[in-house]
């Protein structure tokens, strides 16, 4: 996942918590927790690449709908990405003042 940019990850933990990630579910997803207007042209060429990487599977649904499902490789990556930032945030020590 470290060689992701943030979008694509962000793709990814809302692509990971979604039933059935379709490409304008994702789009109003993504809209809500950035708050700001995600271009589609922004959004499914990340998509793909993110199909491309090995990070999703795309699916047909209908006619008109691609389902963007996550691999076996998201799993792995969003753990090992939470084990990260958990070592990174960690607060330091408290130390208590001598009397």
Known sequence: MKELSAFQRDLLFVIDGMDEPYGLGIKAELEA???TTINPGQLYPNLNSLVEQ???SK??????TNLYL?????????ADRRRWEAEQCT???TTTPSP
Do not use: N
């Open 59 to 64: 699916q047909q649904k209908d006619d008109r």
């Open 91 to 93: 607060e330091p020590a």
């Open 54 to 56: 090995g990070y999703l």
């Open 70 to 78: 996550p691999t076996d490789r998201v799993a792995a990556a969003i």
């Open 33 to 35: 927790y950035r708050e």
